[in-house]
């Protein structure tokens, strides 16, 4: 079954009206996934016969009047997507916590293709002092078992925490050209017009479709991508030719990038890497006081012992 990925960042009147409408597309064609609408576009992730995802991606087409939405297609099933059909309204399409108008996707960065991503990558010197910096704007949890060579890692738990980040980091992108990327590309088009907002980045590219873009067209990660592209359905991760590990369990240090036992850190809840070794697993769950590595950083610290450690946030 094809799953496709897609956002469209455009202006949308009656988005209530729309939301009806996909619903009942969805229902009608026999759809499962989960999909996005605000004021500022559309963003979602579903999967369907082959037929009915052609026929949806013919009726966004429409709907928007434009030719250019972005569909992203890989191979799933429709396991991937239990909850079966969802359209949600919000404010913004990816939570950032930022009002749409102070960054907005009609002020993001350009798009660069693939090949030009991984040719800078390829061509960037070893050189502390170096002007280019690659930046992964997902979260902690994300790169922790998939990035780019070299890459800048911000240790955020969720993309609302990427404003600060940089407010906080503001002397690392001085001057410096900025190669940055996401998971499918819509998280970079407000990080990138947050960055640029602040006036202090020499210049600012973004992965035109996202790690998932890249992966199709480097499915061994082209000498640059290293480890496994997470996604966000019963997948897990994108399949990828040549996977490496480069994740690590926060217990022992060994090598580890399943999240499929869906340990969660005590504070904030979201997904940690532990091995299956009863030695890590059987200390955080007896402990119960497992940090990801964002809370460790902000040395915070909780008593969660009446909550179970693998529930959801």
């Known amino acids: 079954m094809p799953i496709s990925l897609f956002y469209h960042y455009t202006d949308l009147e009656d988005v209530e009206l729309f939301a009806r409408d996909l619903r009942s597309f969805g229902m009608k064609h026999n759809l499962a996934g989960r999909i996005r609408i605000s004021s500022e576009g559309i963003n979602g992730t579903f999967g369907g016969t082959e037929s009915a995802v052609q026929a949806f991606h013919a009726f966004i087409g429409s709907r928007l009047n434009s030719p250019d939405v972005d569909f992203k297609v890989s191979e ?3 396991r991937n997507f239990p909850e079966g059909w969802k359209v949600r309204v919000c404010k ?3 939570t950032m916590g930022i009002e749409p108008e102070v960054a907005s996707w009609k002020q993001a960065a350009p798009h660069v293709a693939p090949e030009q ?3 800078e990558i390829l061509n960037r010197k070893e050189d502390v002092k170096e002007n280019l910096i690659v930046l992964d704007v997902r979260n902690q949890y994300e790169s922790a078992i998939g990035r ?3 890459a800048i890692l911000p240790p955020i738990r969720q993309f609302s925490d990427f404003p600060q980040y940089v407010r906080t980091n503001e002397e690392l992108f001085r001057g410096r050209r900025v190669l940055m990327y996401c998971t499918g590309g819509i998280r970079c088009e407000r990080a990138s017009a947050f960055l640029a907002s602040k006036g202090i980045a020499k210049s600012i590219v973004q992965l035109r479709g996202g790690i998932d873009r890249f992966l199709n067209r480097f499915p061994d990660g082209g000498n ?4 496994k592209n997470l996604v966000f359905d019963t997948r897990m991760v994108q399949p ?3 996977p490496t590990i ?7 240090s060994t090598k580890w990038d399943d999240y499929s036992n869906n340990f969660r850190c005590a504070y904030c809840r979201v997904r940690v890497l532990i091995c299956n070794e009863l030695s890590c697993t059987g200390v955080f769950i007896e402990n119960r006081n497992g940090l990801c590595l964002s809370c460790r950083l902000q040395e915070r610290h909780s008593d969660v012992r009446n909550k179970e450690l693998t529930d959801g946030p």
């Open 148 to 150: 780019f060579k070299g």
């Open 76 to 78: 799933g099933s429709e």
């Open 92 to 94: 913004e399409l990816v």
């Open 240 to 242: 990828i030719s040549n």
């Open 117 to 119: 991503f991984r040719e």
């Open 246 to 252: 480069v994740g690590r369990c926060i217990i022992c």
């Open 224 to 227: 640059v991508f290293e480890g």
